[in-house]
């Protein structure tokens, strides 16, 4: 007899439909699985003829080829032993079939028939939802399953309870913790550099790319971990499309298992451009895209490879990356803002009050070399983050927590998207919009001339500036873009004004 159930199976973070076949007839005792990759079939027919055993089922003695499709679709993982077993119990005669084709199953079995949870549940609870189809899977992956708002859903311990408990399913409920964010580190823990604070707040404000540049243990990595803490929160769809990438990694809190804070990642300089960017065999998704809607952190820029650095481009550019193979192409989410810091020289005290450098002047300028123009013109704010002379903080007023320059972030954002559209911000304006959105009055244009001039500003630097000023102007609730808005801007060129 021949049956057949609905599955899944993962490409980048999308699910797609598989169908499971399972044929038992008359022949010489085998079992046969197309359409799953080799190493894989063996290790699936094993637990398939332990778990059904020791379910307490019988298993066909008899012909069996079951077949996974499409073909062509690439299939990873142990999760469709569920849908197999239930395809064999089906073909045997054991389960009905009437009904079967409304679900969609997904799981591991273990070999005394327990579902083991699997990862990537959540974009296949989202597939089942948009094709109405009831969801079977582990009970361990319950709550992850829920975040797809009202889905049907059976979730089960055991694969008699798959069998048996059809029929039984329930409306999702989302999981408790949904919305409630979660608060991390304070800005007002932070006492001093006012001005990398405020560098800060213009990011988060404008969705502006920042390079923070100063010697060893001025806070750059205290003040970039206080970012996340200044956007705007998540919503829901966004808290969704980033916890479906860590869904498929297995990195959800099988409790918790929505995102409630925007992501900060900070992957060292040693990591691989697999580990960065994406890749490797099977194809995952990089650090790049775990930062997806939140914060990539970048400490000592110039260290990482040089192929890194330059693969970065095209996510900074799209909000995605591509990774391409022989037989396709799979494409990962990857929209963060990006925060770097370096150091100003190898040693670290270029510039420095305190301490000598070390460096040669050509040590120092093949350290800055190695970051390329292109990757520095996708970075509009560049701050200077000089050491804390901790004499200078005693007796300083109370600082701004976190909540206050959010709400400033929250009102300019706003402002920005009632002028460019819903979740845009002023980093993404192209040459016309800047025209159209950054006109300046005579007095300005002459200031900002004159300020190029001096600078030998590049057209996209100049570009950069009006941007930055645009953003500063929405901080402040104006609707024009002034000369202290400029002035301030221009401040944010620490690559220029370093005399490097
Ligand atoms: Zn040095």
């Not at 420095?352 to 800055?368: G, I, L, N």
């Not at 706003?414 to 911000?425: D, N, S």
């Not at 001096?454 to 002034?482: C, F, M, P, Q, W």
Request: proline content about 7%; aromatic content about 4%.
């Amino acid at each position: 007899m021949l049956a057949k159930v609905f599955s899944a199976a993962i490409l980048g973070v999308e699910a797609y439909l598989v169908e499971v076949e399972v044929d038992i007839s008359q022949g010489l005792p085998g079992f046969a699985i197309v359409g799953l990759p080799q190493g894989a079939v063996k290790e699936s027919k094993e637990r398939l003829r332990a778990a059904i055993r020791n379910a307490g089922f019988p298993f066909p003695l008899q012909k069996i080829t079951a077949n996974l499709a499409p073909a062509d679709l690439k299939k990873e993982g142990s999760a469709f032993d569920l849908p197999l077993a239930v395809a064999l119990l089906a073909a045997g005669g054991i389960v009905p079939q009437d009904q079967l084709s409304k679900y969609l199953f997904y799981g591991e079995l273990s070999l005394d028939g327990k579902l083991k949870p699997v990862s990537g549940v959540l974009p296949v609870a989202l597939l089942a939802q948009k094709k109405g189809l009831v969801l079977v899977c582990p009970e361990g992956n319950l709550p992850e399953a829920s975040l797809a708002k009202d889905l049907r859903v059976l979730a089960v311990s055991h694969l008699k309870e798959a069998v048996l408990n059809l029929g039984q399913e329930k409306t999702s409920t989302l999981p408790q913790n949904t919305g409630a964010e979660e608060t991390g580190p304070d800005l007002s823990e932070v006492v001093g550099q006012e001005h990398a604070k405020r560098a800060l707040e213009i990011a988060a404000a404008g969705g502006h790319n920042l390079l923070f540049i100063g010697p060893p243990g001025a806070g750059k990595t205290m003040l970039a971990k206080r970012l996340p803490g200044i956007l705007p929160p998540l919503t829901y769809e966004e808290a969704l499309e980033t916890s479906r990438i860590y869904s498929v990694l297995g990195l959800l809190d099988p409790q918790k298992p929505l995102l409630t804070r925007r992501p900060f990642r900070a992957p060292h300089h040693t990591i691989s451009d697999a580990g960065l960017i994406g890749g490797g065999n099977p194809p995952r998704p990089g650090e790049i895209s775990l930062a997806h809607h939140g914060v990539l952190f970048l400490d000592e820029l110039p260290e990482f490879r040089r192929n890194a650095l330059e693969a970065l481009r095209e996510p900074l550019e799209a909000g995605e990356i591509t990774i391409s193979r022989a037989q396709m192409s799979i494409t990962y989410p990857a929209r963060f803002l990006l925060l770097a810091a370096m150091n100003p020289c190898r040693c670290g005290y270029y510039g420095d009050r305190q301490r000598p450098c070390q460096c040669s002047p050509q040590e120092v300028r093949r350290y800055r070399q190695k970051l390329s123009g292109p990757l520095l013109d996708r970075i509009d704010l560049q701050v200077e983050v000089p050491a804390v002379d901790y004499k200078d903080l005693a007796g300083k007023a109370p600082q701004e927590s976190s909540a206050q320059v959010k709400e400033r972030v929250l009102q300019a954002r706003k402002r920005q998207e009632e002028r460019l559209g819903k979740g845009r911000t002023n980093s993404s304006l192209t040459p016309a919009e800047i025209e159209e959105h950054c006109p300046l009055g005579r007095e300005e244009r002459s200031l900002l001339e004159r300020a190029a001039r001096k600078l030998n500003l590049s057209a996209r630097a100049y570009h950069r500036v009006l941007k930055i000023a645009r953003t500063i102007a929405d901080l402040s609730g104006e609707t024009e873009i002034k000369g202290p808005h400029l002035l301030e801007a221009l401040q944010y060129r620490a690559l220029d004004l370093l005399s490097w």
